[in-house]
């Protein structure tokens, strides 16, 4: 893998006087592989042992059980798993904890995480609804999951699906893809009401910034976890492993509500959860603030992008 990301810099001389520092979010790596980072300035000049680098090493999750050690080897993650994340872009804030979560997933716990934000290319090739459901169909003939992220605007999207005014996010205005959440909706709720298991699809939401009234209402008939309180639980059903089994009981190192920020990519999580948690607190009326107003005929044009056929049996 090679990935190249470039950083314009207006001054040469840091204001502070102090050297230049980077950071970045945007990149998946495997678990057990080690990458180089270089950094230089292009165009380079001619001096020796410019460039800076470095060799990063990145872990593998390590299980735990109350079981023996020989009895261990049987929750080990035998594959990589692949997780599609739907989410509603509501605040700034929120996108923060969403791309934290990816990260945690893929640094400590070896996730494959599919996500719009992350996928650009391949979601400007195909076009919003066609990416949906070509990852859908992907997942579908695999043992991977669909995580679905309930918040405020999911709650407030899924109620306009079913007839209640439309809500136009200003981070939705702002993105290049706009509202990926209703779309979703509209293809994944008839597959799950249709499925003869739930297994595929994961509910959630982060408790401290979210509540369980954001759970759209066909989705109260399969688990609701709390994150991060039952993310345990939530990366077992990932892995298509029990955590209660005859006379143990499995446990994955790390992922425990009071454990999991010890990393660094759970302390970023942990870290952003805060921050939402605490501007709320501050306003309010941080999701009325949000709201996008649009004419009549926007609203018009955008109701007949969505198909309500199979979703209006949905929202008694």
């Known amino acids: ?111 494959e995480v599919v996500l719009d934000l992350l996928d650009s290319t391949r979601l400007g090739v195909l076009g919003g609804v066609q990416w949906l459901d070509w990852h859908r169909g992907q997942i579908d003939r695999s043992s991977d999951k669909i995580l679905i992220l309930c918040s405020r605007g999911v709650r407030a999207k899924w109620r306009a699906m079913c007839g209640d005014r439309r809500v136009l996010l200003r981070e939705d205005a702002g993105s290049p893809t706009g509202d990926m959440l209703t779309p979703a909706l509209s293809l994944m709720v008839p597959h799950f009401v249709r499925s003869a298991s739930f297994q595929k699809y994961l509910v959630a939401y982060f408790d401290h910034v979210c509540s369980e009234e954001d759970v759209p209402s066909p989705f109260n008939i399969t688990v609701r976890y709390k994150l991060m309180k039952q993310f345990e639980e939530l990366f077992f059903r990932i892995l298509d492993i029990e955590k209660h089994e005859p006379g143990r009981v499995n446990h994955i190192e790390g992922l425990g509500e009071d454990q999991y920020y010890h990393c660094p990519s759970g302390r970023a999580l942990r870290d952003a959860i805060e921050a939402f948690h605490a501007h709320q607190l501050e306003h309010p009326h941080w999701f009325e603030d949000e709201l996008v107003k649009y004419s009549e005929s926007e609203r018009d044009e955008t109701s007949a992008e969505i198909h309500h056929t199979d979703v209006t049996s949905s929202c008694a």
């Open 1 to 111: 893998m090679c990935v190249q990301y470039a950083f314009s810099i207006k001054e040469q001389l840091n204001p502070d006087f102090t050297m230049w520092t980077f950071s970045l979010d945007g990149v998946v790596v495997d678990p057990r592989h080690t990458y180089l980072v270089s950094v230089f300035n292009f165009p380079e000049p001619d001096l020796d042992h410019y460039r800076i680098s470095k060799r990063v090493s990145i872990p593998d999750p390590v299980p735990s059980s109350t079981a023996t050690k020989e009895e261990l080897e049987g929750v080990r993650v035998r594959e990589r798993k692949r997780v599609l994340i739907i989410y509603s872009l509501d605040h700034p804030l929120y996108k923060d904890i969403v791309l934290r979560l990816c990260a945690f997933l893929v640094a400590t716990c070896g996730t």
